[in-house]
Nanobody
């Protein structure tokens, strides 16, 4: 239901912009979010965007990452700037839809020092 892409291998200080596409039915009725799971750590939510565009961020990414949504493309983005090695993780997109939700398959981001 959710298709994530845009991960990759970058050096510290560089940028990436993963995306997450879904159907109009899901996208238009869902709070969308990005989560990540770093090696040896639990999954954490790092950014969320409401249907009305309000956003929220984890302290670990605030000021460096920007979440956005494009209703014309039914796609959510995560602009990640000034990446750090600690940002290395599998990034998952999530749609809070009704009483449940959907998860993307994950996209790997690796940041080398």
């Amino acid at each position: 239901q959710l298709q994530a892409s845009g991960g990759g291998l970058v050096q510290a200080g560089e940028s990436l912009r993963p995306s997450c596409a879904t159907s109009n039915q899901i996208f238009s009725q869902s709070i969308m979010a990005w989560h990540r799971r770093a090696p040896g750590k639990q999954r954490e939510m790092i950014a969320q965007i409401n249907i009305d565009g309000r956003t929220g961020y984890a302290d670990s990414v605030k000021g460096r990452f920007t979440i956005s949504r494009d209703s014309a493309k039914n796609t959510m983005y995560l602009q990640m700037n000034n990446l750090e090695p600690d940002d290395t993780a599998v990034y998952y997109c999530n749609a809070k839809y009704g009483l449940g939700g959907f998860w993307g398959q994950g996209t790997l981001v690796t940041v080398s020092s």
